[in-house]
């Protein structure tokens, strides 16, 4: 009932009003009705309704942030800020040769951008770099991506698995090639992915070594991996049947001790470490 009361409307509560007071005065002439007071109405429809939740005050702006003064309508808007300009791209060979190849976990992504650098600036120290990755690419595409930046840079075209060509190609032409400064600890680095042995032998070679170390190269297999001929016994020369006529041998005679080591055996072991004559020696192929 208290809702339905909520709900009359002002002007019948008015009505009932002057209908109570004409009863009570037995038909005397009525005064005039005074104005209701807003108010008091809304008191006694409020008396007997349903507590409900108070509509919550709007809430005030932080003061923390105050309220953007509009701009006056002859201001134009502001212009939009520039985005920030590029820094120039530095190259480095040092960093090509680390970005071209890392390690044996390559981005391509970044291998071909850093092709593409070295061909736009005519790179050809890093040359040395790019014929010892060949062999390392992991695909086919990769490495003619590499070999198409040797062309561009040598103009030799070669095919881009065809390592040998691009190894004897870049010893007949050394002379005119200079690797990074760095190349000697990447190449260091790059062999001790394999086995890190390698690095003992190569970083020592920045400083001392008497070869050009862009002809070092991996031979397939980690140290040690080819056992070396030590002290072999040997036959006089009419008990060596298996050997023909035309085969080549090593011949070496130290304090009157003669001896001849055969290429086809020497060539399985690569080193051979003797002692002819009471001295040691070491013969490598």
Not at 240 to 260: C, K, W
Request: net charge negative; with cysteine.
């Amino acid at each position: 009932m208290s809702s339905e009361l909520t709900r009359i409307p002002l002007n019948a509560l008015v009505v009932g009003a002057m209908i109570a007071t004409l009863a009570c005065m037995g038909g005397a002439s009525v005064p005039p009705t005074p104005e209701p007071t807003p108010v008091e109405v809304t008191a006694k429809a409020d008396m007997n309704a349903q507590e409900s939740t108070p509509v919550p005050s709007a809430t005030s702006r932080p003061t923390s942030t105050p309220a953007p003064t509009p701009a006056p309508a002859d201001t134009q808007a502001p212009e939009p800020t520039p985005s920030p300009t590029a820094i120039p791209f530095e190259y480095d060979s040092d960093v090509a040769m680390y970005d071209i190849f890392p390690g044996f976990t390559v981005s391509m992504a970044k291998t071909n951008e850093a092709l593409e650098q070295i061909r736009v600036n005519r790179d050809t120290s890093m040359i040395p770099v790019l014929v010892e990755i060949l062999r390392f690419m992991p695909s086919q595409s990769s490495r003619d991506r590499v070999a198409n930046t040797l062309e561009s840079l040598t103009g030799q075209q070669y095919a881009g698995n065809d390592w040998d060509k691009w190894m004897d190609w870049m010893g007949e032409n050394l002379d005119g090639i200079e690797p990074p400064e760095g190349y000697p600890d990447w190449k260091a680095g790059l062999y001790s992915v394999i086995d890190e042995r390698f690095a003992y032998f190569l970083r020592p070679a920045r400083d001392f070594s008497r070869i050009n170390l862009e002809e070092v190269v991996w031979g397939g297999v980690r140290p040690d991996g080819i056992p070396d001929l030590r002290r072999p016994t040997f036959l006089e020369s009419d008990e060596a049947t298996y050997m023909n006529d035309d085969d080549r041998v090593f011949g070496l005679e130290i304090n009157g001790d003669v001896r001849a080591y055969p290429l086809r055996v020497v060539n399985a072991h690569e080193m051979v470490n003797d002692s002819v004559g009471g001295e040691p020696i070491s013969l490598m192929w």
